[in-house]
């Protein structure tokens, strides 16, 4: 399983919202300050408390995420799990995804991998895309369908295991032009991933016409896209590869249309 500890979402709902019409002023006054879309806008911890206490799931959440990046008290990853547990109990997709997260990765619970499914998919069944996919379950026909579900929703991580799964012909026929299909749509979001494995196809020729112009231009933009670490090595490595088999000419053509693609991307 990815380690998915970086992406744990940073998200708080706006409360009034959540507020019936008949609430006590004391109650109203803890929802504007509970309330915040952003982490570190001066949410209370003190009103998130006691509107989790009074049952609010969003609060609930609020609570949870506070705990988990330390925003207004000491960080505590026990307490963190403990509300997303309780807002995740009462149906809220945001503390169920957090929630599998912390267990994926071991953060203020034991790890546990069947723990980390079984809350991603609470959340995926309400059709929160981050959560679909993660946790793959090993019967390669379920993490198919919800590979679709995600991919389909614009998830690029999504995407490029969907690819994978079409290349190597796990839980579907193998099919190199549907892969080629999702692989691209990754890469084209920026995926690293998703370019290194486009990258791939040209370079073998899988699903489209081998162009060893292409490949370079992939595993080149992967390169620069991965953090510092085995997967950019790799990529770097297989480009060099590559280029070892071009012309100067279309090694420049190749750095040409990478420079081109990141000036359309970061204008």
């Not at 370079?216 to 070892?244: H, K, N």
């Amino acid at each position: 399983m990815r380690n998915v500890a970086k992406r744990s979402l940073s998200i708080a709902l706006v409360a009034a919202l959540a507020i019936i019409a008949n609430t006590k002023a004391t109650l109203a006054n803890d929802a504007e300050d509970c309330a915040s879309t952003t982490i570190g806008a001066g949410r209370s911890a003190a009103a998130c408390l006691r509107l989790a206490n009074q049952g609010e799931a969003w609060a609930q959440f609020n609570l949870g995420n506070m705990y988990e990046n330390g925003e207004g008290m000491s960080q505590n990853l026990q307490q963190a799990a403990n509300w997303y547990r309780k807002a995740g109990e009462q149906g809220y997709a945001y503390a169920q995804y957090n929630l599998g997260v912390l267990y994926d990765s071991g953060r203020g619970v034991p790890q546990d991998d069947k723990e980390a499914v079984k809350w991603y998919r609470k959340a995926a069944e309400q059709g929160l895309a981050h959560a679909m996919g993660e946790g793959v379950p090993q019967d390669d026909t379920e993490a198919l369908k919800w590979f679709r579900l995600a991919a389909e929703q614009g998830s690029a991580s999504a995407q490029d295991s969907l690819g994978y799964m079409y290349e190597h012909g796990l839980g579907v026929s193998r099919n190199y032009q549907e892969a080629v299909k999702w692989y691209r749509k990754a890469a084209e979001q920026g995926d690293a991933r998703g370019k290194a494995n486009l990258g791939s196809m040209y370079e073998l020729g899988r699903g489209v016409e081998r162009d060893d112009v292409q490949a370079y231009l992939w595993y080149d933009l992967a390169a620069v896209t991965f953090p510092p670490g085995q997967e950019r090595d790799e990529a770097v490595e297989r480009r060099d590869i590559v280029a070892s088999k071009m012309t100067a000419d279309q090694i420049e053509e190749a750095q040409r249309m990478a420079r081109q693609w990141k000036q359309k991307r970061n204008p």
